[in-house]
C-alpha cells in the first residue's frame, strides 16, 4: 500500500514538472478581473431599439413635478426585460399602477412601469430576463403604449439613458481613492456626477458651471456639492457629460 501511495506521487510530482495544464475552474471560482468584475452591462428594456417618445426631465426641487425618467415608445403587450443584471425589488401596484423595481450594483435601481408582473421579489434576474407585459395607459403618453423606465440611486433619480452610454452620456468606473479613470484614455466631460460613490475629485464646480441636470438633487444645508455615501463593496461609477436631449415628440 505505502509502495502505490508512493509511485502516485512520484507521478503527480513528474506531471506537475513538465507543466500538464490544470483542469479549468469552475464558474463559481473565477475571480473578476479589474477591467469587467465591477462594470455591469446594461441593455434597452425592450426589444430592439425603440423610441424615446418623452425624455427624462428632473424638477429643480425633489416635491415639484417633473418627469423622473423616460418613456420609450412600445406596443402593449410586449414584453419588458431587465436592463441589467439585479435582484427584484419590488412588483406590485403603486397609485393604482403596477410596477417593477430590480437592484443592481452600485446601490442603483431600475423601475419600470406600468407592467403587468411575472417576477417575485427576491428572484435574481440577468440583463434581459423578463420581468412581464407591458400594459397601456401610462400617463402622457402620446402613442399606444410607453414604457416608464425610471432609474435611481436612493431617492435621487438619474437619467436612465446614462446606463446606455447614450450621447454623451456614459457611466465609467472611477477609483475612488486615485480619482483614476479606465486605461482606455476616457476623461470625463462637463457635467460629471457620481452614480453609486462619491464624485470625482474636482469636478463639482465645472458641474456647476456648466447648469448639468443629471438628476442631481440641490444639497441640503450643510452639505457640500459632491459629498454623496459611497456605496460598500461596490465600484463607484462616473456619470461623463450631461443628460441626453432628446425632444419631446407631440
Known amino acids: 500500500m505505502r509502495q502505490r501511495v508512493r509511485r502516485a506521487t512520484v ?3 513528474a506531471l506537475l514538472a513538465i507543466g500538464v495544464p490544470a483542469a479549468p475552474a469552475t464558474v463559481g471560482a473565477v475571480t473578476p478581473t479589474a477591467d469587467s468584475g465591477h462594470r455591469p452591462v446594461f441593455r ?3 426589444d430592439g431599439t425603440p423610441r424615446p417618445v418623452r425624455r427624462f426631465d428632473p424638477p429643480p426641487l425633489p416635491w415639484q413635478a417633473g418627469h423622473r425618467g423616460v418613456d420609450l415608445a412600445a406596443a402593449p403587450g410586449t414584453t419588458v426585460r431587465a436592463a441589467g ?3 427584484v425589488l419590488f412588483a406590485g401596484p403603486v ?3 403596477p410596477v417593477i423595481t430590480v437592484g443592481h450594483a452600485a446601490g ?3 423601475t419600470y412601469e406600468p407592467v403587468r408582473p411575472d417576477v417575485r421579489p427576491g428572484d435574481p434576474v440577468p440583463a434581459g430576463a423578463p420581468l412581464g407585459t407591458l400594459l397601456a395607459g401610462h400617463p402622457g403618453c402620446p402613442v399606444a403604449g410607453c414604457l416608464h423606465w425610471g432609474l435611481r440611486r436612493d431617492a435621487e433619480y438619474l437619467d436612465p439613458l446614462a446606463l446606455l452610454g447614450l450621447g454623451p452620456v456614459r457611466l465609467l468606473p472611477v477609483d475612488a481613492d486615485r480619482g483614476s479613470y479606465p486605461p482606455d484614455g476616457t476623461r470625463p466631460a462637463s457635467g460629471v456626477q457620481s452614480v453609486g460613490g ?3 475629485p474636482g469636478w463639482g464646480d465645472r458641474r456647476r458651471a456648466t447648469g448639468c441636470r443629471c438628476g442631481q438633487r440641490r444639497p441640503r444645508s450643510g452639505s457640500a456639492p459632491g459629498e454623496q455615501r459611497g456605496q460598500p463593496g461596490g465600484q463607484p461609477l462616473v456619470l461623463v457629460g450631461g443628460v ?4 419631446a415628440e407631440p
Do not use: F, H, K
Request: glycine fraction near 10%; hydrophobic fraction near 45%.
Open 198 to 200: 462619491s464624485a470625482a
Open 11 to 13: 507521478w503527480c510530482a
Open 85 to 87: 443584471p439585479g435582484t
Open 244 to 247: 441626453v436631449d432628446l425632444p
Open 95 to 97: 397609485a393604482g399602477r
Open 44 to 46: 434597452w428594456p425592450v
Open 108 to 110: 442603483l435601481r431600475t
